[in-house]
């Protein structure tokens, strides 16, 4: 049936069907919807399949400011969610409000296989002036996974080569090729298979839980190391091995730092067998880790990839990805063998500018490693007074995670989460063990810190004591 052409000024306009479904036109709503109205619409036209975190989040959004979010109700809440690591720089930066309404005025997409837009060039001189010596070659996506496609689609190119190795607990997207590389939760991957072949996962270096070491500062056993180089005599040649794929921090498996001394093994390894080294700084790049790039903290090591993938952070909310390589590379990329419709138009490359100009000139990096100390040493304070459950607290600047001593499925961290939510602050769970991760924007302050830390501890009080 065919519904007619309304011309009215009413907020809601109720039309019924003869198979009496009924549908809720809005035309010109000028109020928000409530929290009822909301689940009703998510109840009826979106996918179950997308979950929300914490338990029980039926938070509506009226506004965001900075590293606040308000409901329709008027309650805020501190958010250390960032969109999963997307803002940056804080909801609705001025700087970057600016960049994309000054752009949009002068033309929003401007593809970039029919012209040359200003900002993005702009942007390309920025990346490289951003990324350490070397990493001067650029590619945009719009998502981490096409990046992450991109990277492998280059590395097989000019190794000619096919196979990836990549590491358990990792994230690398949920595309088939990207989910085939992915293994910190079956949860992304059950009932979507066959998956692509030529992936082969070797052991990520969790120290914690190695029966090798004698704990999360203990040092690395090697047994992590030695997994990858038996990988290379027993399932994928050196000849047939494209590249080797890591994140320097494991995101969606745990917020995990692999020993000192790991990441510079691996690019040993990688130059003596010719293989790529890629590393997939999606969640952890662009200042997240108080440095520009997680890989910089040994850059002293010699530590540089071949292809860098980044994504989320990269134009605070606005979508964008790509991938930064050495300017020999793409080399042998006909054209036309790498693209897309929306990679880095002329918004997103505005925004992206912006973005990594405020990180710049407001010390965002500076701001991220002292405000990332205060919540480590937080938490290390609140793990004290619970020794029985939480055995963990590790990460870098403002990416932070805190592990429970609970066993999988117990469900402590999802109620700790949902328990802080209560106390208006939002936070996410992270891997398949009872992990919570704490991504708070770049600019959070002191106070701002000192307001998580007390939401977390009385969120604790509620659920372990």
């Given at each position: 049936?065919?519904?007619?052409?309304?011309?009215?000024?009413?907020?809601?306009?109720?039309?019924?069907?003869?198979?009496?479904?009924?549908?809720?036109?809005?035309?010109?709503?000028?109020?928000?919807?409530?929290?009822?109205?909301?689940?009703?619409?998510?109840?009826?036209?979106?996918?179950?399949?997308?979950?929300?975190?914490?338990?029980?989040?039926?938070?509506?959004?009226?506004?965001?400011?900075?590293?606040w979010?308000?409901?329709?109700?008027?309650?805020?809440?501190?958010?250390?969610?960032?969109?999963?690591?997307?803002?940056?720089?804080?909801?609705?930066?001025?700087?970057?409000?600016?960049?994309v309404?000054?752009?949009?005025?002068?033309?929003?997409?401007l593809?970039?296989?029919?012209?040359i837009?200003?900002?993005?060039?702009?942007?390309?001189?920025?990346?490289?002036?951003?990324?350490?010596?070397?990493?001067?070659?650029f590619?945009?996506?719009?998502?981490?996974?096409?990046?992450?496609?991109?990277?492998?689609?280059?590395?097989?190119?000019?190794?000619?080569?096919?196979?990836?190795?990549?590491?358990?607990?990792?994230?690398?997207?949920?595309?088939?090729?990207?989910?085939?590389?992915?293994?910190?939760?079956?949860?992304?991957?059950?009932?979507?298979?066959?998956?692509?072949?030529?992936?082969?996962?070797a052991?990520?270096?969790?120290?914690?839980?190695?029966?090798?070491?004698?704990?999360?500062?203990?040092?690395?056993?090697?047994?992590?190391?030695?997994?990858?180089?038996?990988?290379?005599?027993?399932?994928?040649?050196?000849?047939?091995?494209?590249?080797?794929?890591?994140?320097?921090?494991?995101?969606?498996?745990?917020?995990?730092?692999?020993?000192?001394?790991?990441?510079?093994?691996?690019?040993?390894?990688?130059?003596?067998h010719?293989?790529?080294?890629?590393?997939?700084?999606?969640?952890?790049?662009?200042?997240?880790?108080?440095?520009?790039?997680?890989?910089?903290?040994?850059?002293?090591?010699?530590?540089?990839?071949?292809?860098?993938?980044?994504?989320?952070?990269?134009?605070?909310?606005?979508?964008?990805?790509?991938?930064?390589?050495?300017?020999?590379?793409?080399?042998?990329?006909?054209?036309?063998?790498?693209?897309?419709?929306f990679?880095?138009?002329?918004?997103?490359?505005?925004?992206?500018?912006?973005?990594?100009?405020?990180?710049?000139?407001?010390k965002?990096?500076?701001?991220?490693?002292?405000?990332?100390?205060?919540?480590?040493?937080?938490?290390?304070?609140?793990?004290?007074?619970?020794?029985?459950?939480?055995?963990?607290?590790?990460?870098?600047?403002?990416?932070?995670?805190?592990?429970?001593?609970?066993?999988?499925?117990?469900?402590?961290?999802?109620?700790?989460?949902?328990?802080?939510?209560?106390?208006?602050?939002?936070?996410?769970?992270t891997?398949?063990?009872?992990?919570?991760?704490?991504?708070?924007?770049?600019?959070?302050?002191?106070?701002?810190?000192?307001?998580?830390?007390?939401?977390f501890?009385k969120?604790?009080?509620?659920?372990?004591?």
């Open positions: 049936m065919r519904l007619p052409i309304i011309n009215t000024k009413f907020s809601r306009v109720r039309l019924t069907r003869s198979n009496s479904s009924s549908f809720s036109l809005r035309l010109n709503r000028s109020s928000s919807y409530t929290t009822n109205e909301a689940l009703n619409v998510l109840k009826n036209h979106f996918s179950p399949a997308v979950g929300r975190s914490p338990k029980g989040n039926n938070i509506v959004c009226e506004s965001a400011s900075g590293s979010i308000t409901d329709v109700s008027g309650k805020r809440f501190l958010d250390l969610q960032t969109g999963i690591g997307v803002q940056s720089t804080g909801h609705a930066h001025p700087r970057v409000v600016a960049a309404h000054e752009q949009m005025k002068k033309g929003a997409h593809q970039q296989n029919c012209m837009s200003q900002p993005m060039l702009r942007l390309l001189e920025k990346l490289n002036e951003c990324t350490p010596s070397g990493l001067s070659r590619f945009f996506n719009v998502t981490g996974a096409e990046a992450i496609e991109s990277a492998v689609k280059l590395a097989r190119h000019e190794t000619g080569r096919q196979n990836v190795i990549v590491f358990n607990g990792g994230f690398h997207g949920r595309s088939l090729t990207t989910l085939a590389m992915t293994s910190s939760k079956t949860a992304y991957r059950v009932n979507y298979g066959p998956l692509p072949s030529g992936i082969h996962v052991k990520f270096p969790y120290c914690l839980h190695c029966p090798g070491s004698s704990g999360a500062s203990g040092g690395c056993c090697g047994d992590a190391l030695e997994s990858v180089k038996t990988m290379l005599k027993e399932q994928t040649s050196p000849s047939d091995t494209a590249c080797i794929v890591i994140e320097p921090i494991l995101g969606e498996g745990g917020y995990v730092l692999p020993p000192k001394g790991f990441l510079k093994a691996l690019r040993e390894l990688c130059d003596q010719g293989i790529f080294l890629v590393l997939d700084e999606v969640q952890s790049g662009v200042g997240r880790t108080g440095k520009f790039w997680a890989f910089e903290h040994e850059l002293d090591d010699g530590v540089v990839p071949d292809i860098l993938v980044f994504a989320k952070a990269i134009a605070s909310g606005v979508p964008l990805s790509g991938i930064a390589t050495k300017p020999q590379y793409m080399q042998k990329s006909p054209p036309g063998s790498m693209g897309g419709t990679g880095c138009t002329a918004v997103s490359a505005a925004a992206a500018v912006a973005t990594l100009e405020t990180i710049q000139e407001e965002l990096l500076d701001n991220a490693t002292a405000r990332g100390l205060q919540l480590i040493n937080g938490l290390k304070s609140i793990q004290k007074d619970f020794p029985n459950h939480i055995i963990d607290v590790r990460g870098r600047g403002c990416m932070i995670g805190l592990e429970f001593g609970h066993p999988y499925g117990s469900g402590v961290a999802g109620n700790v989460t949902a328990a802080c939510m209560e106390e208006g602050l939002l936070l996410l769970t891997g398949w063990r009872e992990t919570i991760r704490f991504i708070p924007p770049l600019v959070i302050t002191k106070d701002e810190v000192d307001f998580a830390l007390k939401a501890r969120a604790c009080e509620k659920v372990l004591v």
